[in-house]
C-alpha cells in the first residue's frame, strides 16, 4: 500500500533539511582544507576563490602528524585487540556457566558505564606513576599506559553487547561441540566465536572509535613522543596564526580511516545492536 | 549499552535451566574442579582491568576527597593531612563562590543534558520512522546519517569551532551576512550564546545513534501489525502511536538512560568547543570539575565534587530503572 501523499511530502522535508544539518560541517570540512591561508582567514566563503593542496602537505611539517597518527594507530589498535578478547572471554563465561558472583560482576561492569571519566583521571593518573616509581614500568606518559586505559573503557559495552549477542547462539550448537570432545575453550573458538563475528566485529569498530575520539586522558597522559592525534590537532594553532586550512585538512585525513571503517562495517554494528540492544 | 533489563531477564532465565555443559559431562571429580573455576579463569582478565582502571581510582578518588589536596602534596598524596567532610561542606555551600559555581554548573548540565538528549531522541527517531520503508537512495542517505557519529571528536568538534568563529565562521556569515537576521556578528563561544553552540553541536553529533538504535528496534517489529492495523482501517498516525512507539518501549528506555549518561558526563565536546575554561552559560559539570582540580589545583575538592556527582547519577539511574522496570510490569499484565 502506497503512503500517501502528505507523508512523503513531510519525508522530503525532513530528510531533506537533516541532510542539511549533517553535511553542513562535512562540507566545510572538506571545501576549507582545500582553499588558501588566506581564503580561510577572511570572510567564510562557501565557494572558494581556488583551490590548492597545500594544506594536504604543509599538514605533516607544521607539526608531526605521522608521529600522532601512528602513535594513534598503536594505542587504539592494541585496546581493540585486547578490549575485544577480553570481552570475548568474559561474555562467554557470563553467557555460558552459573556461577557465584555472575550477577555482581554484570551489575559492577554495567554501573562503570555511568562513572564520569573525570571521576578517575587524577586517581589513576597517581596509580600510574605510583607504579612506575615502584616497579620501573614507565605507564604515565607511556603509550601502554594510554591502551590500558583505553581497554577498559570501551569493555563494559561490549561484554554486555557480546553476552546479548552470544545468548542468540543457539546452546545446542556448542553443546554439541562439547559432546564431539571439544574443549570449552574449542567450543568458544570453533563455535560460539564464529557463528558471533558480526557482534564482535561491531564491539571492535566500537572500541577502535572510542579509542580513536578521547581526549581528555590523551591531554593529560602523554608526552611529546606519546602524543596522540586527539591533542596533535592542537599544534596547528599558533600565537601568531590559526590555519584552519591545515586543521580542516588534518581533520579530514585523521577520520578518513575511521568513518570508512565504520561506514563498511555498520551492516555488523546494527546487526549487533539488533541482537545485544534489543530483545 | 546492551541492557540491564536484557542482562538481568537473560540471568534469571539460565537459574531455571540447568547448566548444561556441566551436566553434558560426567561427574569426574577433576573435571568438575576445571568447570567451576573456568567462568573465574575467564573473567579474570576482565576483572582485574575494571579493578584496576575503575574500582580502585574510585576508591581512592573517594579517599582523596576527604583529603586537603593541593599541588604540594600531589607528588606523595597520601601524606596531605585530613580535611573531614571540608571539600564536602565547601563544594555544597551555595552562599560561596565554589559552591555556587558547582550549582550553576550543575544545573546548566542537568538542563542541557534534558534538552540535548530530547532533541537527539525526537530526530532520531523522526529519521528511523521515516526511513523504516524503503525508497530510492535510502542506503546512502542512512549511511551519510551516520557520518557525525562516526567522525573522531576532536575532528568533528574542531570543525564546529572554524564554523563558530566570529570573523571569519560560517554561522555568521550566514545568520548575518546572507540571512541579515543579527545586527552585528554574534560571538558563539564565549558569553550566553555558547550554550546553543554546544547544544546544536551535541545534537549534531548525537542523533545519530539514537536514529541507529530505533532502526535496530523498527526492525523487530513483526511487519504483520500493520498490515492487520492497515485492514482495520488505523491511519499512519495511530500506527504510529498504538505500534510502533508501544513497540519500541524497552528500546526507547535504555537508548534514554545511555543518551543521558553519556551527555551528561560528556567532557569531549566541551573540551574542544571552549578549551580548559568553559564560557558560564556552558560550563557543564565534567569540564567544571575538571578546571577546579587541573587549573585551580585543588584536587580534593575536585575529588568530592566528583563523588557528589556520582552519587547524583546512581539516585537519577537507580530511580530510572526502578520507575521503568515497575512501568513494564504493569504493561505485561
Not at chain 1, 533539511?17 to 582544507?33: D, E, K, N
Not at chain 1, 571492535?204 to 597522559?221: D, I, P
Not at chain 2, 576527597?65 to 555551600?93: C, H, M
Not at chain 2, 553529533?205 to 501489525?225: C, R, T
Amino acid at each position: 500500500m502506497a503512503p500517501p501523499n502528505s507523508f512523503l511530502w513531510s519525508r522530503r522535508i525532513f530528510l531533506t533539511l537533516l541532510t542539511g544539518f549533517v553535511l553542513v560541517p562535512v562540507y566545510v570540512m572538506v571545501s576549507s582544507s582545500l582553499k588558501p591561508l588566506a581564503d580561510v582567514s577572511g570572510k567564510f566563503r562557501w565557494i572558494p576563490s581556488g583551490l590548492t593542496i597545500r594544506p594536504y602537505i604543509d599538514i605533516w611539517s607544521t607539526v608531526p602528524l605521522a608521529r600522532y597518527f601512528v602513535n594513534s594507530l598503536i594505542v587504539a589498535g592494541a585496546a581493540t585487540v585486547c578490549s575485544v578478547v577480553i570481552a570475548v572471554f568474559a561474555a562467554y563465561a557470563v553467557s555460558r556457566y552459573e556461577f557465584r558472583g555472575k550477577r555482581t560482576f554484570t551489575v559492577t561492569v554495567l554501573s562503570t558505564q555511568m562513572f564520569p571519566g573525570i571521576l578517575f583521571l587524577l586517581p589513576l593518573f597517581l596509580i600510574y606513576v605510583n607504579i612506575g616509581n615502584a616497579t620501573g614500568i614507565a605507564l604515565f606518559g607511556s603509550r601502554g599506559g594510554l591502551i590500558l586505559t583505553y581497554l577498559t573503557f570501551s569493555l563494559p559495552f561490549s561484554i554486555w553487547m557480546l553476552i546479548g549477542y552470544f545468548d542468540s547462539v543457539p546452546r545446542d550448537l556448542d553443546e554439541a561441540a562439547l559432546v564431539d570432545g571439544c574443549g570449552p575453550l574449542g567450543a568458544l573458538f570453533r563455535v560460539v566465536v564464529p557463528a558471533a563475528i558480526p557482534g564482535i566485529v561491531a564491539v571492535a569498530v566500537y572500541a577502535f572509535m572510542t579509542a580513536w575520539g578521547e581526549v581528555l586522558f590523551a591531554s593529560v597522559m602523554t608526552n611529546d613522543t606519546t602524543r596522540t592525534l586527539a591533542v596533535g590537532l592542537q599544534g596547528y594553532s599558533t600565537l601568531n596564526n590559526v590555519y584552519w586550512n591545515q586543521i580542516m585538512a588534518a581533520s579530514l585525513v585523521v577520520s578518513v580511516p575511521v568513518v570508512a571503517g565504520f561506514l563498511l562495517l555498520q551492516r555488523y554494528l546494527v546487526a549487533g545492536l539488533t541482537a545485544g540492544a534489543v530483545k | 549499552m546492551t541492557t540491564t533489563t536484557a542482562a538481568s531477564a537473560d540471568s534469571g532465565e539460565r537459574t531455571v535451566r540447568k547448566d548444561s555443559p556441566g551436566a553434558a559431562r560426567g561427574p569426574r571429580r577433576a573435571g568438575r574442579i576445571r568447570r567451576i573455576g573456568l567462568p573465574y579463569l575467564l573473567l579474570l582478565p576482565a576483572l582485574l582491568l575494571e579493578l584496576l582502571v575503575h574500582l580502585v581510582p574510585m576508591v581512592i578518588g573517594i579517599v582523596m576527597s576527604f583529603k586537603e589536596l593541593t599541588q604540594f602534596y600531589i607528588r606523595d598524596w597520601g601524606t596531605a593531612p585530613w580535611s573531614g567532610f571540608d571539600n564536602y561542606k565547601i563544594s555544597v555551600d551555595f552562599s560561596a563562590p565554589v559552591g555556587e559555581a558547582l550549582l550553576h554548573s550543575f544545573l546548566v548540565t542537568v538542563g542541557f543534558t534534558l534538552l540535548s538528549v530530547g532533541l537527539c531522541w525526537l530526530i532520531g527517531t523522526a529519521a528511523a520512522i521515516y526511513m523504516q520503508d524503503t525508497f530510492r537512495g535510502r542506503g546512502l542517505l542512512r549511511a551519510l546519517f551516520l557520518v557525525p557519529y562516526a567522525l573522531p571528536v576532536y575532528a568533528a568538534v574542531i570543525t564546529w569551532v572554524f564554523m563558530f568563529q566570529h570573523d571569519n565562521g560560517l554561522v555568521n556569515h550566514v545568520l548575518h551576512d546572507q540571512l541579515h537576521l543579527t545586527d552585528k556578528p554574534s560571538f558563539w563561544l564565549i558569553g550566553d550564546n555558547s550554550f546553543y553552540a554546544l547544544l546544536v553541536v551535541s545534537v549534531w553529533k548525537g542523533w545519530p545513534f539514537a536514529f541507529l538504535i530505533i532502526m535496530a528496534g523498527l526492525q523487530n517489529i513483526p511487519g504483520e501489525l500493520y498490515e492487520a492495523a492497515a485492514l482495520d482501517g488505523a491511519g499512519l498516525w495511530q500506527q504510529l502511536r498504538r505500534i510502533t512507539l508501544p513497540s519500541l518501549r524497552a528500546v526507547n528506555q535504555v537508548l534514554i538512560l545511555v543518551l543521558f549518561l553519556w551527555t551528561f558526563n560528556d567532557f569531549n565536546t566541551p573540551f574542544v568547543l571552549f578549551g580548559r575554561t568553559a564560557p558560564e552559560s556552558a560550563d557543564l559539570i565534567s569540564v567544571h570539575i575538571y578546571q577546579a582540580s587541573f587549573v585551580t589545583w585543588n584536587f580534593g575538592t575536585g575529588s568530592a565534587m566528583s563523588v557528589l556527582l556520582l552519587l547524583f547519577l546512581l539516585v537519577v539511574t537507580g530511580a530510572y530503572l526502578l520507575l521503568t522496570s515497575r512501568g513494564r510490569k504493569t504493561a505485561d499484565v
